[in-house]
């Protein structure tokens, strides 16, 4: 890729600047055009209407909780993981990453059956004295929601934190082990402060998920929780049919997940920065 011309690279680039342009950056432009539609009242409609702060309140919930539980499991997996040999460490990621290639709808069904009512997590609590009314109605409830968009956020973290753990210098824990440190302080104070970095990009990602998800939320509790894909949903469904609103509500919430990512995007340019800066110094 160094030795090809200019021209070539921006052939090859072509296609996906088309992609990006046509399914992307289009769309938006359409979408944010018809919430101004109306010189811009589609706004005030949506900041006026206390079930849009519902939603946005919901979210961020959401958008907060599931991240740090995924965030808390993804990291001891990961750490589990780095432990091992790269053989089955790469067949312990294949069957991790496999809840990314399932639609949201399978996902929300998938939890119905384990964790409904009438499910088969459900029915073996059951056995052993616990009401199935309450279990059951945990998975329709916004924990129950957190916890089932984690099943698709965990994988990410490990994606993201396994790199990291597996290239870290291990001898920096021993060393701190051989100064008289425990395994619990030396983790804390030497491993987990150069992770920081990741987790606040696992937690950006998974939280930019999180805030966007809306086939796994339709599936699971309908309307019965407020969060925003569900308040944009009932503006175009068949109760609603206020599209300048809906298109407000979409600009919002991509700006809300363009935030989240950018945030992560300058904890990893600073992150490269401050590598680069020490590999210079140390040259």
């Not at 639609?103 to 029915?123: M, N, P």
């Not at 309307?223 to 469904?237: D, G």
């Amino acid at each position: 890729m160094i030795g090809l011309p200019k021209r070539a690279l921006i052939w090859l680039a072509l296609p996906a600047t088309v992609f990006l342009f046509a399914f992307f950056i289009l769309p938006l432009i359409f979408v944010a055009a018809d919430s101004f539609s109306g010189g811009g009242s589609a706004y005030g409609r949506v900041v006026s209407d206390p079930v849009f702060w519902a939603g946005l309140k919901g979210s961020f919930v959401i958008g907060l909780a599931a991240p740090l539980f995924s965030l808390v499991v993804g990291y001891f997996v990961s750490l589990h993981l780095a432990s091992k040999s790269e053989r089955i460490r790469t067949l312990l990621m294949f069957g991790i990453s496999l809840p990314l290639t399932f639609s949201g709808l399978i996902v929300a069904y998938g939890f119905i059956l384990t964790f409904g009512r009438a499910g088969f997590v459900t029915s073996l609590l059951a056995e052993i004295g616990a009401d199935p009314a309450v279990i059951g109605g945990f998975i329709f409830s916004p924990l129950g929601l957190g916890f089932t968009y984690s099943y698709y956020l965990i994988p990410r973290v490990v994606m993201v934190l396994l790199p990291p753990l597996v290239n870290f210098d291990y001898a920096q824990i021993n060393a701190a082990k051989s100064m008289g440190a425990s395994g619990f302080r030396a983790h804390l104070d030497i491993l987990l402060p150069q992770l920081i970095p990741g987790f606040i990009s696992a937690f950006c990602l998974t939280s930019a998920v999180a805030f966007g998800a809306y086939g796994t939320a339709l599936a699971l509790v309908g309307t019965q929780v407020n969060i925003l894909p569900l308040v944009l949903y009932s503006k175009i469904s068949e109760t609603g049919s206020d599209l300048p609103a809906a298109s407000a509500i979409s600009v919002i919430l991509m700006a809300i997940c363009i935030l989240i990512t950018a945030l992560a995007e300058t904890v990893s340019v600073r992150k490269s920065r401050m590598t680069s800066r020490r590999k210079v110094s140390v040259a």
